[in-house]
């Protein structure tokens, strides 16, 4: 994630809804015309995107003023008041949806990344975020789930070898993926971590066998498999679990010795965390 990154983000959603003008604020409201507003939490949990709110605000208009009351990260409770945003009332109002829209999904993606946290906290396993994101939105839902005291995952295709099911089974099982892999890093001069997922104890035997390997991703395996998954691979590489885990299985997967478990659910089907912005 870049400061590039962010930018781009902002202008293509500002460009997608605000088009040629704020025609509404344009017709009703005088040009000149300053106002206030505050940002109103109306939910309970972990802030997220206030940072990007700025920047929203600043791109529409360099000339709007924040006042700041609370930082990403922290804790909320119904009533609070992130910040003020002050100066001309057009812009105020261009930016408004935008910002709360980011807001509002980020807050709910922290939040659920931290009470998942508060389940495996007794562990030294991590929360890891997945590729399963809103296309062109990633940027910030990935943020967010950092925000939320998560771990990002890789960002794309392009970060990590990442070889599951559909890549064993095309490339003619795990042995092949693997040595065509290295075969293709060493060719084209690239120094990217492997992960590969194992679909039975007898994958994962096959992939230590291998070897070369950063990470085992155990998909869609049992408590008693996991267990018996972890006592084999030991110390020899990573571990992570994936594959349908919840709130209420999160903590059995994360006792039974994993590393890493992943959570698609932390960006995929977050329901927004309520968010105002009332004029004051």
């Given at each position: 994630?870049?400061?590039?990154?962010?930018?781009?983000?902002?202008?293509?959603?500002?460009?997608?809804?605000?088009?040629?003008?704020d025609h509404t604020s344009l017709a009703s409201i005088p040009a000149s015309a300053t106002s206030k507003a505050h940002l109103?939490?109306?939910?309970?949990?972990?802030?997220?995107?206030?940072?990007?709110?700025?920047?929203?605000?600043?791109?529409?208009?360099?000339?709007?003023?924040?006042?700041?009351?609370?930082?990403?990260?922290?804790?909320?409770?119904?009533?609070?008041?992130?910040?003020?945003?002050?100066?001309?009332?057009?812009?105020?109002?261009?930016?408004?949806?935008?910002?709360?829209?980011?807001?509002?999904?980020?807050?709910?993606?922290?939040?659920?990344?931290?009470?998942?946290?508060?389940?495996?906290?007794?562990?030294?396993?991590?929360?890891?975020?997945?590729?399963?994101?809103?296309?062109?939105?990633?940027?910030?839902?990935?943020?967010?789930?950092?925000?939320?005291?998560?771990?990002?995952?890789?960002?794309?295709?392009?970060?990590?070898?990442?070889?599951?099911?559909?890549?064993?089974?095309?490339?003619?099982?795990?042995s092949n993926a693997i040595q065509k892999t290295k075969t293709y890093l060493t060719d084209n001069n690239k120094n990217l971590?492997?992960?590969?997922?194992?679909?039975?104890?007898?994958?994962?035997?096959?992939?230590?066998?291998?070897?070369?390997?950063?990470?085992?991703?155990?998909?869609?395996?049992?408590?008693?498999?996991?267990?018996?998954?972890?006592?084999?691979?030991?110390?020899?590489?990573?571990?992570?679990?994936?594959?349908?885990?919840?709130?209420?299985?999160?903590?059995?997967?994360?006792?039974?010795?994993?590393?890493?478990?992943?959570?698609?659910?932390?960006?995929?089907?977050?329901?927004?965390?309520?968010?105002?912005?009332?004029?004051?």
């Amino acid at each position: 994630m870049t400061e590039k990154d962010l930018k781009n983000f902002i202008q293509n959603a500002l460009n997608e809804d605000v088009g040629d003008g704020d025609h509404t604020s344009l017709a009703s409201i005088p040009a000149s015309a300053t106002s206030k507003a505050h940002l109103l939490i109306k939910d309970d949990g972990i802030i997220a995107g206030i940072e990007l709110a700025k920047m929203i605000f600043n791109e529409v208009d360099s000339s709007l003023k924040i006042e700041q009351f609370l930082q990403d990260g922290e804790r909320v409770k119904f009533g609070d008041i992130a910040f003020i945003v002050k100066g001309n009332s057009i812009s105020i109002l261009t930016g408004e949806r935008l910002a709360l829209n980011c807001m509002q999904h980020m807050s709910a993606i922290a939040t659920k990344t931290a009470y998942l946290n508060t389940l495996i906290a007794d562990t030294n396993c991590k929360l890891l975020d997945t590729r399963k994101t809103t296309p062109l939105n990633r940027t910030i839902e990935k943020w967010a789930v950092k925000i939320g005291g998560g771990v990002n995952h890789r960002f794309g295709l392009y970060d990590m070898i990442m070889i599951k099911d559909n890549h064993i089974d095309f490339s003619g099982g795990i042995s092949n993926a693997i040595q065509k892999t290295k075969t293709y890093l060493t060719d084209n001069n690239k120094n990217l971590d492997i992960i590969v997922e194992a679909r039975s104890l007898a994958e994962v035997n096959e992939i230590l066998a291998k070897g070369g390997v950063k990470r085992i991703l155990l998909d869609n395996f049992d408590y008693k498999t996991t267990k018996k998954a972890v006592e084999i691979i030991g110390n020899k590489c990573q571990t992570e679990s994936s594959g349908g885990i919840t709130e209420e299985t999160i903590a059995k997967y994360a006792k039974c010795g994993v590393d890493f478990i992943s959570v698609g659910a932390l960006t995929h089907s977050v329901p927004n965390f309520d968010l105002s912005l009332k004029a004051i």
